[in-house]
């Protein structure tokens, strides 16, 4: 299906939500806060009343794609729960005329209220509205498109000519429904909609138009016989759909055989938005992504691109049933819209949220949250991936069997409904007594049937922030195992030597002893890492570990050996860590690979920073003599698994930035080849980003990159060809990169983030970054929103890898020079702050080490 030419209108139900206060009494009017007329406002709190709440939204709306505006009728059903004279509802950045009562006695006009601080309008009667009664306001509407990516926001793309077409999108998660018309924007006032979308016919306005009907929007359990799959891109570009539209069939299926409750709208439509700041987004019956995140040219993309759109194809496909079907409270509970992500690289989201939840300033799962601001810092790793890593570990704990019923039961019991976390404790929990018969769980050393109780054990998952470190000793005198956590209520796995039996053993207390039935050479803790901890192996317990890697790895799985280098270069000495790495010469496996290189490449990564050459070359020497068989015997083609395909190019991609002699030859080769056919040669898609980082190092092949950058249609490509360009040390190509994203013209300004933190990263251009971020820092929260996680994308990415007093002085005077209004409250500053003074107080500790290490033991790597 073709997306209209002048106009994608995508506008998504708003899932707004509830408060246990009602309105204030005259008595509290001396609190109230001033509406834009100056008269006392008739709430003062962030969170709509629950006086009314909305039954169905009959919504017209009118984009101009000329004057870049738009205008509106919206008439609310609502349903009254006190008596009061006053609606209180949400509207950001709009003229609101018109208002008007529509009850059985007539039409009656009432007053508006504005209070801009809080996105919030007070709709005036004056006769009162009955408790028990419903009602309906109808209220005139008129906006600017958004020049931000949230609301209804103004949007373009390049024809194949070099004409600019204009659009207009949607992106209403989390508070932004209020910027597209007046709405009831919290989560738990669902509703059902009517909507009516006038567009021009052709590509300019005219005096003939077209209205668009949408079917009122599903509320009733009445789900459809069929399901109509559509997807929609640019013209151009819509001949790169047929692989999502084949996944999005794949997994409907699967969700609905899975979930045992079939989809419950007619249609799931698709659609490639060429300005999106997300990665995607879960509008009901109408997901929404990046170009990158839906098309696939089975000629140009790589085996990463296909894994990467299936997977956000499958997140956005499940939020169907979670969070769409069955929706948070609030947004407090986000995290419960996460739904598991279960694959080779699951692990690796794990360790991401590790090393955020390690800081002070990380906040639990489930945490307080008001304003809009930080309701946008939810969305964070904490939430996502850590909310997604602590449901595989209950999975794990109660087996897939028992947590695919109790899933399907909190599904079917809460459907069209708002939950908070419990209800899905208490739906797990239920499960024991069917699961009898099926679990292993329940009969296991630490725990009996009659003491599962899912809640007590999640709640201390959820409610509090960290994660525990579980330390583990083998005591030969009796072959006790004894561990120790804080806290929480841990279901821990362990298999050792003697038996390949995973055990399991539910902590609940400081400190337990396990006793082992027969000496054991080794014991390892957490057994695929399918649990929320680290684990620190005692006395002799690291020792046994390095001999085992070393002689036998695999005797551990991938998983179980990506684990064991995460958590040791965590928690141990570095002389330790690295010793465990050595075993690394022989590693094939491709989380176990990325993972080694993931703990050592950001040791030189901090040293690029510094003025600390000569040990920053032998860390990167190192690095690469460990690795060297692997990235020899590496193909130069796009043969093999997924898995193999995109450790190739990961490899690859690693072993030219780090000029090693057979790869800089390759890519040096197949570059100029490339050139010389003027880009019509077809490189193997797989190794194409280690050859354009070699061609982007000169000026010549930079320039003639980026032409083809300009006029490709293949996002994948142009992601690729970007990246390189931003790690070119070309610093004035990088300023300039930089300054062409911002503008949009050329580089779309959604991709600035990316543009700017792989700048950032790259050791000529990382007081580049910085210096950008400074000084277009009140444009770029106003493009990306205050709060929002592509803002804390960019502070924390840009500064991540500073380690001296001096930028640590540098980073405070700028973020301490800000207002609340313009971010100085945010999370992430406070996050930044402790990372360069965690990095700097690692740099103090181990830079000797470190030297020691690698100039005095001669490694035999083999």
């Known amino acids: 299906m073709l997306v209209a ?21 005259q008595s509290q009017t001396k609190d109230l806060p001033k509406a834009t007329s100056g008269e006392p406002f008739p709430w003062n709190r962030m969170r709509l009343p629950k006086t009314v709440s909305p039954l169905h939204y009959d919504l017209s709306i009118h984009p101009n794609l ?25 509207a950001k950045n709009m003229e609101i005329s018109g208002a008007l009562l529509l009850a059985p006695e007539g039409a009656k006009p009432l007053k508006v209220l504005e209070y801009p601080q809080s996105h919030q309008l007070a709709l005036l009667s004056d006769s009162v509205l009955t408790k028990g009664r419903k009602y309906e306001v109808q209220l005139a509407f008129a906006a600017n498109l958004s020049d931000s990516y949230h609301g209804f926001y103004k949007s373009s793309y390049r024809t194949k000519t070099g004409e600019v077409r204009v659009m207009a999108s949607t992106q209403f998660e989390a508070t932004f429904a209020r910027g597209a018309f007046p709405c009831f924007d919290e989560p738990a006032f669902k509703a059902n909609f009517t909507i009516r979308i006038v567009r021009e016919r052709g590509t300019s306005p005219s005096p003939t138009s077209a209205l668009e009907v949408f079917s009122v929007s599903v509320v009733l359990n009445e789900p459809f016989e069929e399901c109509a799959i559509s997807i929609y891109a640019v013209p151009e570009k819509i001949d790169q759909t047929a692989f999502a539209l084949d996944a999005a069939v794949k997994l409907l299926d699967f969700y609905d055989d899975y979930f045992d409750i079939p989809y419950p709208l007619p249609k799931q439509d698709l659609a490639a938005i060429p300005d999106f700041q997300s990665g995607a987004m879960e509008n ?65 989201k794990c360790f991401e949220a590790m090393e955020v939840d390690s800081l002070s300033s990380s906040h639990p799962v489930s945490t307080p949250v008001e304003n809009p601001t930080q309701i946008q810092e939810m969305f964070d790793d904490v939430s996502y991936d850590k909310g997604a890593c602590i449901l595989n570990m209950l999975r794990d704990f109660l087996t897939p069997e028992a947590f695919e019923i109790g899933i399907i039961r909190y599904l079917k019991r ?18 024991r007594a069917v699961c009898v018969f099926l679990c292993y769980s329940f009969h296991n050393e ?3 049937d009659d003491e599962l109780d899912v809640k007590a054990i999640m709640d201390t998952w959820t409610l509090q922030e960290g994660f525990p470190l579980v330390t583990v000793e083998v005591i030969r005198s009796g072959s006790q195992a004894q561990s120790g956590a804080f806290l929480w209520q841990i279901p821990l796995t362990y298999m050792t030597s003697a038996s390949s039996t995973v055990h399991r053993f539910l902590l609940k207390t400081q400190t337990d002893v396990l006793y082992l039935p027969e000496e054991v050479d080794w014991v390892k803790f957490n057994v695929d890492m399918n649990g929320y901890y680290m684990v620190h192996y005692a006395g002799d317990g690291w020792k046994s570990i390095i001999n085992l890697l070393q002689h036998n790895h695999t005797a551990l799985s991938g998983n179980d050996r990506a684990s064991l280098i995460q958590n040791v270069f965590q928690l141990v000495r570095l002389d330790t860590a690295l010793e465990l790495s050595l075993y690394l010469s022989r590693e094939t496996e491709i989380m176990a690979v990325t993972q080694g290189l993931g703990e050592l490449v950001p040791l030189y990564k901090l040293m690029e920073k510094r003025d600390m050459a000569e040990l920053e070359n032998k860390m990167k020497s190192y690095i690469v003599d460990l690795f060297r068989d692997l990235i020899d015997r590496q193909q130069w083609t796009d043969s093999g698994s997924v898995s193999e395909r995109v450790l190739r190019s990961y490899l690859l991609l690693f072993a030219c930035v780090r000029n090693h002699p057979p790869c800089l030859a ?61 790690v070119s040390p070309l610093q004035e190509k990088l300023q300039w990169m930089m300054e062409q994203s911002l503008s949009g013209e050329i580089m779309k ?42 803002i804390s994308y960019m502070v924390t990415g840009v500064t991540n890898q500073y380690s001296t007093p001096e930028m640590l002085d540098e980073v405070r005077g700028f973020f301490g020079s800000l207002t609340e209004e313009t971010g100085s409250e945010m999370r992430c500053i406070q996050q930044t702050y402790e990372t360069i003074e965690d990095n700097i107080r690692w740099m103090n500790t181990n830079l000797p080490l470190l030297q020691a290490w690698l100039d005095n033991e001669k490694r035999n790597i083999s």
């Open 284 to 348: 009901w019956g109408l997901t929404t992504y990046r170009e990158s995140g839906l098309l696939f040219d089975p000629e140009k993309s790589s085996a990463s691109d296909k894994l990467g759109i299936t997977k956000v194809i499958a997140h956005e496909l499940a939020h169907q049933w979670f969070g769409n079907l069955v929706t948070m409270e609030w947004w407090n509970d986000l995290w419960l819209n996460e739904e598991l992500q279960v694959d080779d690289f699951f692990l690796g």
């Open 749 to 790: 300004t959604q991709d600035l983030p990316d543009v700017v933190v792989s700048v950032s990263k790259n050791p000529r251009g990382y007081k580049l970054g910085w210096d950008f971020l400074r000084a277009h820092w009140h444009t770029l929260i106003k493009k990306f929103d205050l709060g929002s996680n592509i």
């Open 446 to 448: 630490g725990y009996s």
């Open 5 to 25: 030419p002048c106009l994608l209108a995508l506008l998504s139900v708003a899932f707004p939500f509830s408060s246990a206060a009602q309105l204030p009494n």
């Open 666 to 726: 390759k890519a040096s080769q197949l570059f100029q080849q490339w050139k010389d056919s003027d880009g019509t040669m077809s490189l193997p898609v797989d190794i194409t980003m280690a050859v354009f980082v070699i061609g982007a190092r000169t000026p010549e092949g930079w320039d003639f990159l980026f032409e083809k950058y300009r006029h490709s249609l293949q996002n994948s490509v142009k992601s690729r060809m970007k990246t390189a360009m931003a």
């Open 414 to 431: 809460y459907s069209y409904q708002n939950t908070v976390n419990s209800h899905l404790w208490e739906s797990l929990t239920d499960v």
């Open 66 to 90: 000329t004057t870049l505006d738009f205008t509106g009728v919206v008439r609310i059903e609502l349903e009254v729960h006190e008596d009061v004279h006053a609606v209180i509802l949400h």
